[in-house]
């Protein structure tokens, strides 16, 4: 069961919604999260901004906007502009399919895993997730 955001995933939205108009690079996150600027960053830093951003993009949270130099701009979810959210890989449709575990009543996508996190059984197929509207 997830517990919510961590630390860094909350400094990076509280920064992000507090300038949702600017675009941020890893190292101007960091920055905001740890203190650190240019030569004080260290590798552990970045790696757990970038793995916090990751988490914050699959949620749709913040967007990844063009930028001219090269470098990513991650920036606020709802702001207006020219943002572009990231596609997700290409999943063939057999992994797309649902999974789920009755004794947990937990559901998940078969790309993710094919036995449950919480108490290690194999998942059963489903034909959709609990709440999916059908035809």
Partial sequence: MNSGHGWVQRAILEAITQSPR???????LVGHVYQSY????????????RRAVRALLAEGLVVERPGNTGRRHIGSAGSKGSAVRLREPWVAAAERAWLRCVPCDVQWQRHDADLCWTCGAPGEPVGRALGAAGP
């Avoid at 600017?22 to 190292?27: E, G, L, S």
């Fill in 22 to 28: 600017y675009a941020y690079t890893d190292r101007d």
């Fill in 38 to 49: 240019d030569d004080d960053i260290t590798e552990a830093q970045l790696v757990a901004v």
